[in-house]
């Protein structure tokens, strides 16, 4: 993780921004206005679930969201300056000078039928008014920087020839020919294998270092937030739930995505423990406060016993009322009795809740812990 940037004056301010789409001629609102700043050489992580409004929101930034079927209110200042007012014309110029997007699926925003030279070339003469030659050059120092193989010989490939990761740097390169001040990367390494994924984060870091600029880093990976991130955005159903320097949400996270970190032991051990540790807790809080004198057990197990054949046949063969003989053996009554409801109302819990592992492992406890409570009041009571 990098050291926190205390923001002075932010490149992105974004305040109360609402994105609404209209399908069907109804309004749906999928971004609720959300705020947050980007301070110069930031990384600022935004983080939350699949559906939450990350790429909308990213989309709404970079004004690319289609005028006919979406509606973007609040206010987006770059450098203090209002996108949401400016003309089409103007905010394509932001884009690329200004602001760059790396997509979450590279091959849309590569055009499939035009050379990758030629494609950054021209954005290069578009944006930074360079002539012919020195777009070229650029281009190839670019492609370089990003560590494609033999560049040279790829200016003249087409977007399909290439490896995904390739299309990835391509991309980046793209992204980075106009020396944004922002560049807002959504998804950029999900599709990648792991070691690509730490290539490109190490380049877009360096990049970001050498020319100083700010990123949103849009992301599911909670490892990667927390190698790149100064501060991180947490979204959740259109909201923006919680923001915080990124060191500080990991260690006390109020929203729940966060925690969604790896789990220190494979899952069906964690759930062994937990399970262990909530049966431990809860025979000992069902020891201490059992009670101890025999009428109330006696009325206990009246309370517990399952309305039966079994039972009646219990006390058919007794032909007394129950009477246990011990404290110890009434207390081990009592105790399986517990964690025989105890397991019945978690077992319930956890489907009704869809754990499903955690409820067949109750209902198993459930089992056993009735059939030993039945034995024991077998023995105890006839
Ligand atoms: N063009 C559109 N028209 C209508 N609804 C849309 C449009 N684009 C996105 N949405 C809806 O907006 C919501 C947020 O989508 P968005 O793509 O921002 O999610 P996300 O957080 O980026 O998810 P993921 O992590 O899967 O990429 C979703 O419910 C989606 O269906
Ligand atoms: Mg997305």
Same mark, same amino acid.
């Given at each position: 993780?990098?050291?926190?940037?205390?923001?002075?004056?932010?490149?992105?301010?974004?305040?109360?921004?609402?994105?609404?789409?209209?399908?069907?001629?109804?309004?749906?609102?999928?971004?609720?206005?959300?705020?947050?700043?980007? $301070?110069?050489?930031?990384?600022?992580?935004?983080?939350?679930?699949? $559906?939450?409004?990350?790429?909308?929101?990213?989309?709404?930034?970079?004004?690319?969201?289609?005028?006919?079927?979406?509606?973007?209110?609040?206010?987006?200042?770059?450098?203090?300056?209002?996108?949401?007012?400016?003309?089409?014309?103007?905010?394509?110029?932001?884009?690329?000078?200004?602001?760059?997007?790396?997509?979450?699926?590279?091959?849309?925003?590569?055009?499939?039928?035009?050379?990758?030279?030629?494609?950054?070339?021209?954005?290069?003469?578009?944006?930074?008014?360079?002539?012919?030659?020195?777009?070229?050059?650029?281009?190839?120092?670019?492609?370089?920087?990003?560590?494609?193989?033999?560049?040279?010989?790829?200016?003249?490939?087409?977007?399909?020839?290439?490896?995904?990761?390739?299309?990835?740097?391509?991309?980046?390169?793209?992204?980075?020919?106009?020396?944004?001040?922002?560049?807002?990367?959504?998804?950029?390494?999900?599709?990648?294998?792991?070691?690509?994924?730490?290539?490109?984060?190490?380049?877009?870091?360096?990049?970001?270092?050498?020319?100083?600029?700010?990123?949103?880093?849009?992301?599911?990976?909670?490892?990667?937030?927390?190698?790149?991130?100064?501060?991180?955005?947490?979204?959740?159903?259109?909201?923006?739930?919680?923001?915080?320097?990124?060191?500080?949400?990991?260690?006390? =996270?109020?929203?729940?995505?966060?925690?969604?970190?790896?789990?220190?032991? =494979?899952?069906?051990?964690?759930?062994?423990?937990?399970?262990?540790?909530?049966?431990?807790?809860?025979?000992?809080?069902?020891?201490?406060?059992?009670?101890?004198?025999?009428?109330?057990?006696?009325?206990?197990?009246?309370?517990?016993?399952?309305?039966?054949?079994?039972?009646?046949?219990?006390?058919?063969?007794?032909?007394?009322?129950?009477? =246990?003989?011990?404290?110890?053996?009434?207390?081990?009554?009592?105790?399986?009795?517990?964690?025989?409801?105890?397991?019945?109302?978690?077992?319930?819990?956890?489907?009704?809740?869809?754990?499903?592992?955690?409820?067949?492992?109750?209902?198993?406890?459930?089992?056993?812990?009735?059939?030993?409570?039945?034995?024991?009041?077998?023995?105890?009571?006839?």
């Amino acid at each position: 993780m990098k050291t926190e940037v205390t923001a002075a004056v932010p490149v992105l301010a974004v305040r109360n921004l609402t994105t609404a789409f209209r399908g069907d001629g109804v309004w749906t609102t999928v971004v609720k206005g959300i705020s947050f700043d980007i $301070g110069p050489r930031e990384t600022v992580a935004i983080v939350g679930e699949s $559906g939450s409004g990350k790429s909308v929101t990213a989309l709404s930034i970079m004004g690319l969201l289609p005028a006919a079927n979406s509606q973007v209110r609040g206010e987006i200042l770059l450098e203090g300056r209002e996108l949401l007012k400016l003309r089409e014309d103007q905010m394509r110029k932001v884009r690329g000078n200004l602001i760059s997007m790396i997509f979450q699926e590279p091959m849309t925003s590569l055009n499939p039928v035009l050379t990758l030279g030629f494609q950054i070339t021209e954005a290069l003469i578009y944006h930074r008014s360079l002539n012919r030659a020195q777009a070229e050059a650029e281009t190839l120092r670019i492609l370089e920087r990003v560590r494609i193989p033999s560049a040279r010989s790829r200016l003249h490939e087409y977007p399909h020839r290439l490896s995904g990761g390739m299309r990835q740097r391509v991309m980046i390169a793209m992204a980075l020919a106009c020396r944004p001040k922002l560049l807002i990367a959504d998804e950029p390494t999900t599709a990648l294998d792991v070691t690509i994924q730490a290539e490109i984060l190490e380049l877009i870091n360096l990049l970001q270092d050498e020319e100083g600029m700010s990123v949103a880093f849009i992301t599911h990976d909670m490892g990667v937030v927390a190698e790149i991130a100064d501060r991180t955005v947490v979204m959740l159903n259109g909201h923006a739930v919680e923001q915080a320097p990124t060191a500080r949400l990991f260690a006390s =996270p109020r929203a729940p995505y966060p925690r969604a970190r790896p789990a220190p032991f =494979p899952p069906s051990v964690s759930l062994m423990i937990t399970v262990a540790t909530t049966s431990v807790v809860w025979i000992s809080v069902t020891l201490l406060t059992a009670p101890t004198d025999r009428a109330t057990l006696v009325s206990f197990y009246r309370l517990v016993r399952p309305a039966g054949r079994g039972w009646e046949q219990i006390r058919a063969e007794a032909g007394v009322a129950p009477s =246990p003989d011990s404290i110890p053996q009434m207390m081990l009554a009592w105790t399986t009795g517990c964690v025989f409801v105890y397991s019945a109302l978690f077992g319930t819990g956890s489907f009704v809740y869809g754990h499903l592992q955690t409820g067949a492992l109750w209902t198993v406890l459930f089992a056993v812990s009735g059939v030993m409570l039945f034995k024991l009041m077998r023995r105890m009571f006839a």
